[in-house]
């Protein structure tokens, strides 16, 4: 008998815990691939999920490339992409995709899921509780939330709402363009960072077309403010790269300049005594040349889901902390060598 009424209690327990992981108010800040992302693991873990997104549309043009992980984490969560290509990068399986579908990926997913999604602004934090003012419709209302995303990129207001600082170890100026290849003959190609005369460059081929990246010298942040297409054309020549000359006069072809790129990162993750969790970019950002950060954003969602889903708050904070430190190092390291000139000749 005494065994039986301990199972009871034990299972009445359960059900307690179970209701306050379900009733958890998990507000997001911040509507791209880390936002929505995040709200599916939240959403796995039984908590009730809000977004809120200041745009109201989605439309970046510029490619991502998403590891062999990443494609198995979009799976996992049941997300379509639209015109996704899964290419060959030696022998590893990696998908090429535009940021825009990507997020209309994930936005379509998180419609299925009935995931609340709302226009609007993030302006600040109530003092002393767990309410983020937000901007709706012109008129600026009070959430309540038990735990709070900043997802709301690298200029993060919630990040520095919450106090939490930010170390910048670079910053530098970037080009992306895209030239298209109407034959679709080339396989997949990824040159090396090049170092010219004031700035780095690098090419990837695939049967479509040639993403080219430049990245001016550390702390240079007027090189690439803008850049000319015959400027473009005399760089990518030097390289001796006489396709994408030839295309850039004939195709109609995709460019981007003065792209901010920052080295940075957060000096802690959470906030215990405000329930921040810092994840993506306004976590930590580095140099587009690798592609990591969409796929170092999709891993922090997962960190948060494991986050929620940990019943022992302390330690909860303690263990995410430890594994997003590990998680932006690597993005970091990944790219510091790009801040500093001295470590790779140049070609």
């Given at each position: ?7 009871l209690?034990y ?10 992981i ?39 043009p ?7 992980s ?8 049941n ?10 990068f030696?022998?590893?399986h990696m ?23 709302i226009?609007?602004e993030?302006r ?24 709070l995303?900043?997802a ?28 298209p ?21 690098r090419?990837?081929?695939v ?67 405000k329930?921040?969790?810092v994840?993506g ?15 170092t954003s999709?891993q ?13 708050r302390q330690a ?27 470590h790779?000749d140049?070609?």
């Amino acid at each position: 008998m005494k065994r039986f009424q301990i199972l009871l209690f034990y299972c009445f327990l359960t059900l307690i815990f179970c209701e306050k992981i379900q009733s958890s108010e998990v507000l997001i800040i911040g509507g791209g691939p880390t936002g929505l992302a995040t709200a599916i693991e939240a959403h796995k873990k039984g908590a009730h999920v809000t977004i809120i997104e200041k745009r109201a549309s989605y439309s970046r043009p510029q490619f991502v490339f998403l590891l062999k992980s990443s494609l198995d984490l979009l799976e996992s969560w049941n997300v379509a992409l639209s015109h996704l290509q899964v290419l060959d990068f030696g022998g590893e399986h990696m998908g090429l995709v535009r940021i825009k579908n990507l997020e209309k990926g994930l936005n379509a997913r998180i419609k299925e899921l009935r995931i609340k999604k709302i226009q609007g602004e993030f302006r600040a934090l109530e003092k002393d509780k767990k309410e983020a003012i937000v901007a709706i419709s012109g008129e600026n209302i009070s959430l309540p939330y038990d735990f709070l995303v900043a997802a709301d990129g690298v200029h993060s207001k919630v990040r520095d709402f919450a106090g939490i600082e930010c170390e910048c170890l670079g910053q530098a100026v970037g080009v992306w363009t895209f030239v298209p290849f109407k034959d679709h003959s080339r396989g997949v190609d990824v040159s090396p960072i090049l170092k010219k005369e004031d700035y780095f460059i690098r090419r990837i081929s695939v049967p479509t077309g040639s993403i080219i990246f430049l990245q001016s010298f550390t702390h240079d942040t007027e090189l690439f403010g803008h850049i000319s297409l015959e400027d473009l054309k005399e760089k990518v020549a030097k390289c001796e790269w006489f396709l994408e000359v030839e295309k850039l006069e004939t195709e109609p072809v995709i460019i981007a300049d003065n792209v901010s790129i920052l080295l940075q990162k957060a000096k802690t993750f959470s906030s215990s005594q405000k329930g921040v969790l810092v994840l993506g970019d306004a976590a930590a950002t580095a140099s587009f040349f690798h592609g990591m950060g969409v796929n170092t954003s999709l891993q922090t969602a997962v960190l948060a889901g494991d986050f929620f889903q940990n019943s022992d708050r302390q330690a909860a904070y303690v263990d995410f902390n430890h594994k997003m430190e590990e998680v932006t190092d690597q993005l970091i390291n990944f790219s510091r060598f790009l801040f500093e000139e001295e470590h790779i000749d140049e070609e």
